[in-house]
């Protein structure tokens, strides 16, 4: 039930900001807190963890998928980045990974 109490604190912090952040800062903050689970070609990344998550690569993610994957409300082993990344931060990850994860992309 906690849990689900800071889930729901985290959304709505984050609901005044949803879909502002900053790809190109995304892409720095996913590269040092992502990228060991996840690969993701435009970051550059290639999953070294044993319990790596799923590729990133051309799955066509959406702003609610990846922001319910951070803030802890998805499933699996993934960890909450809520309180270890700033609201800010979140969301310029989210907005990576969004541009970030459709076919073809790049992102500078």
Excluded: W, Y
């Excluded at 990344?45 to 959406?62: D, H, I, Q, W, Y």
């Amino acid at each position: 039930m906690r849990t689900l109490g800071v889930v729901a604190v985290a959304l709505a912090l984050a609901a005044p900001a949803f879909g502002t952040g900053n790809p190109i800062a995304g892409k720095t903050v996913f590269k040092a807190k992502c990228g060991s689970c996840h690969t993701l070609k435009p970051a550059g990344t290639v999953a070294k963890s044993p319990n790596a998550g799923p590729v990133l690569t051309n799955k066509r993610e959406s702003v609610a998928r990846v922001m319910r994957a951070l803030t802890g409300g998805g499933t699996g082993v993934m960890p909450t980045f809520v309180g270890v990344l700033s609201t800010k931060q979140i969301n310029d990850v989210v907005a990576f990974v969004v541009v970030a994860s459709k076919p073809g992309a790049v992102v500078k």
